[in-house]
T-cell receptor, first 117, second 110 residues
Framework: GAVVSQHPSWVICKSGTSVKIECRSL??????MFWYRQFPKQSLMLMAT?????????EQGVEKDKFLINHASLTLSTLTVTSAHPEDSSFYIC?????????????FGPGTRLTVT | DAKTTQPNSMESNEEEPVHLPCNHS???????IHWYRQLPSQGPEYVIH???SNVNNRMASLAIAEDRKSSTLILHRATLRDAAVYYC???????????FGEGTQLTVNP
């Protein structure tokens, strides 16, 4: 159990375009989901916390108008990278927090590799 | 968030036990100790967590020092598939954030 999926697993887009990444909790409802970014040879950096039905909370230094997060249901959160630039190329990973009965643990998706050309 | 300190890298031989240390001297009484691992080009995978007592599951064991200022993740018989970056993270009982440090890169030699 506790599976989190992401789609797409990789995407290549041109500079200036927008890209949407989906994160789904497949077998549990997640009131809270998280988005991380990971550059090569570096650790995961939390970008934002997404709560179902409310606005996301962004970490310091993360542009909320550039990284749009929508958590419209208890099993789906989306991250849209708007007007992408090469420096946005990274590995984007989401996680979903399990409900109390499952210990509030975070389960991670497999990640989405974004390359902006 | 309380900070953890881990060695940058460790090596082990296949089928031997591995002890991955983590120091967390500023841990608070309500902090749980979590371990995740990340295989190359994958999202992190939950390994184990504990509060005060030692914990065992099918993947690993977690040994927590009596003063809780350090802990050790134990892989009883390392396999090549255990080669990954292992992260030791503290999470407050009421919180949900996970702050990832640099972790320990474990290399398993055949």
């Amino acid at each position: 159990g506790a599976v989190v999926s992401q789609h797409p697993s990789w995407v290549i887009c041109k500079s200036g375009t927008s890209v949407k990444i989906e994160c789904r909790s497949l077998d549990f409802q997640a009131t809270t989901m998280f988005w991380y970014r990971q550059f090569p040879k570096q650790s995961l950096m939390l970008m934002a916390t997404s709560n179902e039905g409310s606005k996301a909370t962004y970490e310091q230094g993360v542009e909320k108008d550039k990284f749009l997060i929508n958590h419209a249901s208890l099993t789906l959160s989306t991250l849209t990278v708007t007007s992408a630039h090469p420096e946005d190329s990274s590995f984007y990973i989401c996680s979903a927090r399990s409900p109390r009965g499952m210990g509030y643990e975070q389960y991670f998706g497999p990640g989405t590799r974004l390359t902006v050309t | 968030d309380a900070k953890t300190t881990q060695p940058n890298s460790m090596e082990s031989n296949e089928e031997e036990p591995v002890h991955l240390p983590c120091n967390h001297s500023t841990i608070s009484g309500t902090d749980y100790i979590h371990w995740y691992r990340q295989l190359p080009s994958q999202g992190p995978e939950y390994v184990i967590h504990g509060l005060t007592s030692n914990v065992n599951n099918r993947m690993a064991s977690l040994a927590i020092a009596e003063d809780r200022k350090s802990s050790t993740l134990i892989l009883h018989r390392a396999t090549l598939r255990d080669a990954a970056v292992y992260y030791c993270i503290l999470r407050d009982v009421g919180g949900s954030r996970l702050t990832f440090g640099e972790g320990t890169q474990l290399t398993v030699n055949p």
